[in-house]
């Protein structure tokens, strides 16, 4: 989900001042594209839904009673890919909803999105719906989704990436020389996608532009104002658009939550912090089940991790070598639910037995491009490698499960100096209309970088944080109170009265001692 000057593109790029985002010239987009205004057309999304094994057409209970399936539509969207020319090239935007079923309960729209970046939101309202979100929200919102630019069924973009770059991941370097091995991985990859055949469309793929579309989107829908609800990198997607936006923003909830500065280089090294973070809850775990042999104590299991980790470093086995070793395991633990999985691995690894197949990665050329083309458009990352060289050595120490690779060199660090404005600057200017929703353990968006989201926003937000792990909260985690605050807000728009801690529950829901 979440990846890594000299490379020129030949494209004419404006620069738009930062006094823009503050508001004026996009007030004035804003303006315009409310005067051309003009109505979705509903179709079949059959296709999407056929990707998740559903068609999504029956409008019948089933034979047992049970409700509905939801009906998910698409459209079409087309959305300048310059917001300074907006009467220049369009791209398309590719919009998917399920409507309210109760006219009297329906609020609004609930623009929806799972994350990325690189990720497509078409089917996301779909998942919602058979997945858990309570019914009084989907009464109370046409759920709206969609594939930001860049990503799936909206104007795609490529970096020609190959199996092997797709299947690449980066070395945990253990002195300066493994820097300079996968500087030459990271200066390939930025060559091809500067020199890619979607190359016109990279100065302009970011999330400030993606913000944008969202507000043509609610153009388009006819609404005065839009709803969110934004996991993992959609927070930051979310906080960029009700910065933008304010005066368009109803009920915010960001879910799981990025730093102010979104995924930038800081970002990437607090994936080591997050793995810290989490580990404990695995290694109790561990340790509570001798059948895997990884220890009897949490202290026991962080040294198998090591002691497995530099094995493959030396003697890879069964496609594992110790990258791969430490970056699944750091993947897996984002859901409680792969722990057995994880300790299963690491037995097999340890005695030779076959390794237990993986979930398989859905990680499209297209995904991994589009994230690049994002992550590095919007944040300036340091292009000098001996910064990465120094970066590595100092999270080695710091965050020794993970960070000497989250902290190693990539391809923002080569990219085209093309961008066409500076980074969106988060604040505490608008209306107090954000709900923050936070795992304490979460390894893909830690704590600490929640916390400083927290008070950039400062009265305009407030958060709820559950003592548990994973990464993502709404609407499928364990925990009632952080659940519940969710549900209450979009339901009613009560927030709580100040920042809340949500104690740890057990399986039956009941609060821990």
């Not at 005695?351 to 995904?367: A, C, F, L, R």
Request: charged share 25%.
């Amino acid at each position: 989900m979440h990846r890594k000057k000299g490379l020129s593109l030949g494209l004419a790029t404006s620069a738009v001042a930062a006094t823009a985002i503050a508001g004026v010239s996009l007030a004035t987009t804003s303006d315009t594209a409310e005067a051309k205004a003009e109505a979705l057309r509903w179709g079949s999304c059959k296709d999407t839904q056929k990707k998740s094994g559903e068609t999504g057409e029956s409008k019948a209970p089933g034979k047992s009673g049970q409700a509905p399936t939801p009906q998910l539509e698409c459209a079409t969207l087309e959305v300048p890919l310059d917001y300074a020319d907006p009467d220049g090239r369009t791209i398309d935007i590719a919009v998917s909803r399920i409507k309210s079923e109760n006219p009297s309960k329906r609020r609004g729209a609930l623009l929806v999105n799972p994350g990325g970046p690189g990720i497509g939101g078409l089917g996301y309202p779909y998942a919602l719906a058979v997945s858990g979100l309570p019914q009084d929200v989907q009464d109370s919102y046409d759920l709206i989704g969609f594939d930001p630019r860049g990503v799936g069924r909206s104007t795609p973009v490529t970096c020609d990436l190959t199996s092997e770059q797709l299947e690449h991941r980066p070395v945990y370097a253990r002195t300066s020389a493994d820097v300079m091995k996968e500087a030459d991985h990271a200066r390939d990859v930025a060559r091809q996608c500067a020199d890619s055949k979607t190359s016109w469309m990279l100065p302009h793929v970011s999330t400030a532009n993606t913000a944008r579309d969202m507000d043509r989107i609610r153009v388009a829908l006819g609404e005065s104002k839009i709803s969110y609800l934004g996991t993992s990198y959609g927070t930051s997607l979310g906080a960029v658009y009700t910065t933008l936006f304010p005066k368009k923003s109803d009920r915010f909830v960001l879910d799981s939550n990025l730093g102010p500065k979104g995924y930038d280089v800081r970002a990437m090294r607090l994936f080591g912090r997050g793995l810290e973070d989490r580990f404990p809850d695995f290694a109790k775990y561990a340790a509570a089940h001798p059948e895997y042999g990884l220890g009897s104590t949490t202290w026991h299991v962080k040294r198998k991790f090591h002691e497995l980790a530099e094995r493959l470093d030396k003697n890879p086995a069964q496609g594992y070598d110790g990258a791969r070793f430490r970056l699944d395991t750091f993947s897996l633990l984002y859901v409680d639910s792969n722990m057995p999985l994880i300790a299963k691995t690491w037995q097999a690894l340890d005695t030779g037995e076959p390794v237990p197949p993986s979930p398989p990665v859905q990680d499209s050329e297209n995904s991994t491009a589009s994230r690049y083309y994002v992550t590095c458009n919007d944040s300036r990352w340091p292009s000098s490698i001996v910064a990465y060289q120094y970066n590595t050595a100092v999270d080695r120490v710091k965050y020794p499960l993970v960070g000497g690779s989250t902290s190693n060199i990539g391809p923002c660090a080569f990219w085209p100096d093309k961008r066409t404005e500076p980074q969106v600057q988060i604040g505490d200017r608008g209306p107090s209309n954000v709900l923050m929703v936070q795992n304490e353990r979460d390894p893909g968006t830690p704590l600490a970088g929640a916390r400083k989201l927290r008070e950039a926003f400062g009265k305009r937000a407030t958060m709820v944080t559950a003592d548990q792990g994973g990464h993502g909260i709404y609407p499928n985690a364990s925990n009632t109170c952080a659940n519940d605050a969710v549900t209450r807000y979009l339901t009613t728009g009560k927030l709580p009265a100040k920042d809340l801690a949500c104690a740890a529950q057990n399986s039956s829901g009941q609060s821990g001692e």
